[in-house]
C-alpha cells in the first residue's frame, strides 16, 4: 500500500496488476468506511480476490466524485462522521436508481431505524456486522454481484479496453469471453488480426480447457478476421457487419442463450475513419434485442490516443466502461 491521498486508498502496484484484467473488472465495488484499518484490510482482501475497488474514509469525498452506473456494489459503513452510511446511500441513489448496497455496523441496528430510512425493506441487501473476516464478506456479497451483474447485462454493457501489447489483448480477451461462455450461457464472437484463427483455436483449447471445435461447429464460438468481418472486396462495408451480427444475436435468441457477448479489435479501423460510426452503431444493438449484449472495443494503447477529441467524445459517450490494462482506468 503507497499510502493515502485525499481520504481515497491507493492500490499496491501488485495489486493494481491484479486488478486490470478485463474479466477480473466484471465486478467493480465502492467501499467506504471511516476507520481506515478495516478499510485497508477488507480492500486489499478484495483486490487479492480479483475485484476492481475504489475506497474512501470520507462520504463526501464519495459524493463529489461518484458517477452513476459505475459500480456492481457498494459496500457502506452505517455510523460515519458527515454523511452517516444511510444518507450516502440516498444521496447516490439520486443520481443513480439502479445502485445496489450493502452495509457494515459495528452496533446493533434498531428495524424502526430502518424504516425511517428505507420505505422498503427489500432495498437493504444485506447489513454485515463488523469486525467482519473477508471470507465471510465475500460469502455475503457473491450472491449480490451475481444478481447485480444480470441486471447490469440486461441494460447491455460496452466496454472500451486499451492494450499495450498484442498479447494482452489476445489473452485478456480470451478471458472476457470465457465468463461469458461458460459462466452466463452466453454466445461469444472475436474478431482480430493479432494472430491467426487456428493459434487462437489452440489458446481456447488450452486455456479455457474446452473442446473449441465442437463450439465452433455449433455456434457457440465465432472466430472471424477483420477482413471476414468488415470488407466486401477490398472495402470496407458496415451494413455487412451489421447484418452479421443482427443474425447472431437472432439465432442465440433463438438457441435460448442468456446472453451475447463480443471481443472486436478496432486497431484496423484506423484507416478507414468510421471507428464512431462503428461504435455508435455496435452501442444502438443493444437496445435492439431482448437479449443481453455485452461488447468488449480492443484498442491499442498507442492508437486510442491518436484519437482526436471529437472521436474520443463519441467513443466514451457510447461505453459503460473504460480500461487501459497496465495503465489503470482511462
Known sequence: ??????????????????ATSPMKQQYRILLVDDDLDILHVLKRGLDIN?????????SQEVLDSFKPSTYDLTILDIRMPGLSGFQLYR???????????????????????????????????????????LNHLLRKITPILRTSAIARARRGEHFLVAFETSKELIEQSLQFLKVGLLEMDE???????????????????????????????????????FPEWHLIDG????RRSKTMMEKMVRKSIDWGRKGFRSVVDMNPFFDTGMIPHLVAWESSLEKQFDLPITLLCAYSEDNIKQLDNPAMTVIQQHHNRMMMVGAGTI
Not at 1 to 18: A, I, T
Not at 235 to 238: A, E, N, P, Q, S
Open 1 to 18: 500500500m503507497r499510502g493515502y491521498r485525499d481520504n481515497k486508498l491507493k492500490s499496491s502496484s501488485s495489486s493494481r496488476s491484479k
Open 50 to 58: 480479483g475485484f476492481h475497488v475504489d475506497a474512501y474514509s470520507s
Open 91 to 133: 444521496a447516490m441513489k439520486k443520481l443513480d436508481p439502479a445502485i445496489t448496497t450493502c452495509f457494515l455496523s459495528a452496533f446493533e441496528i434498531h428495524p424502526d431505524e430502518f424504516k425511517l430510512v428505507f420505505p422498503s425493506m427489500s432495498e437493504v441487501k444485506t447489513i454485515i456486522k463488523k469486525p467482519v473476516s
Open 187 to 225: 454466445d461469444i464472437l472475436l474478431v482480430t488480426d493479432q494472430l491467426p484463427k487456428d493459434r487462437i483455436r489452440e489458446k481456447i483449447a488450452k486455456e479455457l480447457n474446452i473442446d473449441e471445435k465442437n463450439l465452433e461447429a455449433n455456434g457457440r464460438i465465432t472466430l472471424m478476421t
Open 235 to 238: 472495402k470496407f462495408d458496415i
